[in-house]
Each structure stands twice: as C-alpha cells, then as structure tokens.
C-alpha cells in the first residue's frame, strides 16, 4: 500500500509539473512531459517529427544507457495528451541475444513514409545503423533494415532534405577517434553514399553535428565537441559534398549533445547546454538555453527551458507546419520533456 501511495503522489507531482511549470518568458507557449508513468528506469536522446497524423517523439529506453534490455519507445501526440509509450525496436539478435538500441531519429518524407533511424550495438565504437518505416504516423512499423556496412544514419539529430531531392544526414564516428562526417541517399534509404570524415579527432574530436540552411546557398553545421569546450562548426558550399575545416563558435559546449533548425524565415535555432567542461571532464548539463541568431553566427537567448540541479540534455528541435518551434530532451534521464515556442515573440 506504501507503494501505491508514494507512485500515486510521483505522478500527482509530475502533473503539476506539466501544467503549471511555464516560465516567465513570452515565446515558451507550453511545457510537459511526454508520460508521467515511466515504462522504464531511465530514457535518453528523443526526437521528433511532424507527420500528416500529428507529432511523434522516439527515444532510447531502459535500465540505463547500454544495458542491453535498451529499446526504442515512441509515442503519438493525440487531440488532448500523448499516447501511452510503446516499445517498436529492440537489439535482438537472430541468435537471439539481445544489445542495446541508441539514439532514434525522426524524418517524415513529403507525401510518404515516416523514417525511423536508430543504432544498435555495445557501444558508440562498435555500432551499427537499422531503419524502419511507418506509413500511418508511427502506429506501425517496418521490419527493421540494416543499413550498409559503414554506413550509420543520421546519427542523432534530424536529416535535412535538399532541393535536388537528396536526403543529408548529420553523422559521425567514435570508433577511430571523435569524427564527423555526412551521409547521402536519393531513394529514402535504398543506396547510399558518405563523404569521408572531415576531422581528424585527435586535437578536435567531434561528433552529432546538425545541419542549418543559409540565404547564399551555404550549410552549416554545429557540431559536439569533445574538449575545445565550445559548439563547433563547418561549412559546405556544395550541398554538403565538401566542408571546411571545424572551428570554435562562441557558444560553450560541455561536451553534450546540441540540436538546430533553421525557421521559415531564415533564422536559425539552437538547443544547447551553455556551460564548459570542468577540469578536462564533461561539464554539468544545466541549463538548458535556446538561442536564436540572424546569422549562425551571433546568437542570442531566446529561452532558459530549464536551470535548476539535474541532467537536461540532448535536444531535439523541428518547426511545424504553423510556425512554432517544438524542443524535446532528456529530463533528469527519468522522462522526456516537450516545449512549445514562438520564435515571433524573441
């Protein structure tokens, strides 16, 4: 009865949370949590999706990160809440041993299939990309496909679509040092090509890089690092064939995951932890900012999601269809948090 109780008073808490933790800030339209009862211990790197059905959020979860009971969850937005999270991937093998899943990615393809990339393996070094597909808005799914053979997918934040009709994907490498490097496919994921990777980790380790638009034609791209302690960022003139060299930005990095979008109206978004490493170490993951720029290349905040002791982490952010900004990210590793904001009102 006790702990009946204490789990009654859990969700109790966490629905006050929900409704009324909004902050004082004109452009944060709504704040909750994905679930409230949890159908795992911890979670970790969401995304989301706009499809014709409504949104979508996939995450990683189970015991913790690594253990091999590590699924994918995703869940539904309906007209009133979220839909109750379901397991649609696991790591089970043919052998029938099972490894754990890591960092789903969302893309909803124009008039067609919403993708599903994710990694399974033991580690970031020794894992390889699977792809599902859902042709009614994440009810169901594919049969998972592996993706060739050096080849890993969008590695945690969202692909970008080009005007030739090429699907980019943001990628890298932890099995030979921190590297990044972009991935292609012209046939949603049938053929694929990569560039090689445009860093060589050692002095300038990086990784999950995302992908901005630029009113002259060029990409850029934001990237983890590994120790500078700042975002890193490069560029491509060619429809990302081809990046330039990584350089520091001004925005701090304590070696945690960023996420970015480029809204309608040329601007871009930035999801980041703004704190530095601490003595070498990846630094703490609080806050939780948003930051916009005319530019990408001077920012300014235009929200605080979260500041209070805690892990806050690993950010998602798409633009729907009616202008707002949606953020998803780790809560604490225990749930997932859902943000609304117009970028009208920064």
């Known amino acids: 009865m006790k702990i009946t109780f204490l789990t009654f008073i859990s969700v109790i808490s966490l629905t006050i949370q929900s409704i009324f933790a909004q902050p004082g800030n004109p452009a944060v339209l709504k704040k909750e ?27 990683f979860g189970g015991t913790h990160e690594r ?25 089970v093998q043919p052998d029938g041993k099972r490894l754990p899943c890591w960092n789903p990615v969302l893309f909803q393809r124009p008039g067609g299939e919403l993708l599903l990339f994710y990694k399974v393996g033991p ?15 994440g009810k ?3 049969e998972a496909e592996r993706l060739p053979d050096g080849i890993l997918g969008p590695i945690k934040n969202k692909p970008v679509l080009l005007s030739s009709g090429v699907l980019l994907c943001p990628t890298s490498s932890e099995d030979h040092n921190w590297r990044v490097h972009f991935e292609q496919t012209s046939d949603w994921g ?11 980790g050692v002095t300038d380790g990086a990784i999950q890089p995302s992908i901005l638009f630029h009113a002259n034609g060029q990409l850029q791209a934001l990237c983890r690092s590994q120790k500078s302690g700042f975002v890193l960022e490069t560029w ?8 330039s060299a990584l350089q ?44 916009i720029s005319d530019d990408g290349k001077t920012w300014k905040t235009l929200a605080v999601l979260e500041n209070e002791p805690g892990e806050y982490s690993y950010p998602a952010v798409i633009q ?13 590793r225990q749930r997932v948090r859902h943000v609304v904001l117009d970028p009208k009102k920064s």
């Open 33 to 59: 949590l994905i679930y409230e009862q949890a159908p795992t211990p911890e979670c970790h790197a969401s995304t989301i999706a706009e499809t014709p059905q409504g949104l979508v959020t996939a995450w």
């Open 67 to 91: 253990h091999p009971d590590v699924g994918i969850w995703v869940s539904r937005q309906t007209a009133s809440t979220w839909s109750t999270p379901v397991e649609v991937a696991t790591g």
């Open 123 to 137: 580690s970031p070094s020794t894992w390889w990309g699977l792809l599902k597909r859902s042709t009614d808005g």
């Open 140 to 142: 169901t799914w594919s």
């Open 190 to 200: 049938k053929t694929w090509q990569k560039t090689a990777p445009i860093n060589e």
């Open 236 to 243: 491509s003139k060619d429809n990302g064939k081809t990046w």
């Open 248 to 291: 520091k930005t001004s925005l701090p990095n304590p070696n945690s995951g960023t996420d970015a979008v480029t809204l309608k109206d040329g601007r871009q978004v930035l999801v980041y932890n703004p704190t530095s490493p601490v003595n070498g170490k990846s630094g703490p993951r609080t806050p939780l900012d948003v930051a």
């Open 320 to 332: 729907t269809a009616n202008g707002l900004v949606h953020v998803t990210y780790t809560w604490k």
